[in-house]
């Protein structure tokens, strides 16, 4: 078995018999290999499309990316931002986890505060919501399934 790993930003070394190459600092890319198989960078990938890594709004049928069952995201923001509008009419459950900095999740009855890396929260169903980053930070949002009807211009 090969294993890959990444060098340093934008580069990848592997470990085994393939030949791999990643496309340089800053440019959307992956290592392929073999079928159904994608290795990246979240900062890079993502900064493309939202944060966004997968989800059905990825090309269908050549990417495994692409998924109507969940989405993953890696959210990195700066300080002071904020979701441009809330979620209502959620038909989706979420996980969200902190990675670094401090992040505010807003629900229509509490402000949840994540301020240590690992902390989360999750929501179901039916639950309106919005968020902000008092500071910087980095967090990872799970969503499923993945549906249409979100995404707003500042998201």
Known sequence: MNEVSYAGPG???QVGPDEVSYIGPGEIGCVEQGAGVYVGQAGVDGAGNGG???GHFMPSGVDVRHSADVEVKWGVHPAGDTRAEWVTGERRTALLVLV?????????DRTVVLTEPGDYVVWGP???HSW???EPAVVL???WPSVAGYKV???
């Open 52 to 54: 966004w890594l997968l």
């Open 141 to 143: 949002t799970v969503r």
């Open 100 to 108: 670094s900095g401090r992040f505010h999740v807003e629900l229509r």
């Open 11 to 13: 580069e990848v070394s």
């Open 153 to 155: 211009a500042a998201d």
């Open 126 to 128: 039916g639950v309106d």
């Open 132 to 134: 902000l980053a008092p």
